[in-house]
Nanobody
């Protein structure tokens, strides 16, 4: 079993930056791929970014060039650096771990954190 805890969310003005962290404990975290997802009120959970055990990364189109996913295996932590934030980035952000066949598919991930809120004001 892998336990995931997100942190780093908060309130920021449009154009600002935040760095989210996803800290893992238990299991063999380094062997898993990790995805960041977000869910805004009244909307479905959507894929944001992905990194696998070999540091291959993949992003949703609307965050390319603004968000960067990375992992520190020594710290069992995955990060999501978010720059040039927009009001439409406002959501509850989750990290998830697993061995997804499709990196953007929610149901392909086994372990989930509780989420951290990101609010971007205009």
């Amino acid at each position: 079993q892998v336990q995931l805890v997100e942190s780093g969310g908060g309130l920021v003005q449009a154009g600002g930056s935040l760095r989210l962290s996803c800290a893992a404990s238990g299991g063999t975290f380094s062997a898993y791929a990790v995805g960041w997802f977000r869910q805004a009120p009244g909307k479905e959970r959507e894929f944001v970014a992905y990194i696998n055990s070999r540091a291959f990364t993949y992003y949703m189109e609307s965050v390319k060039g603004r968000f960067t996913i990375s992992r520190d295996s020594a710290k069992n932590t995955v990060y999501l650096q978010m720059n040039s934030l927009k009001p439409e980035d406002t959501a509850l952000y989750y990290c998830a771990a697993g061995s997804p066949t499709v990196p953007s598919r929610v149901s392909d991930y086994v372990f989930w954190g509780q989420g951290t809120q990101v609010t971007v004001s205009s």
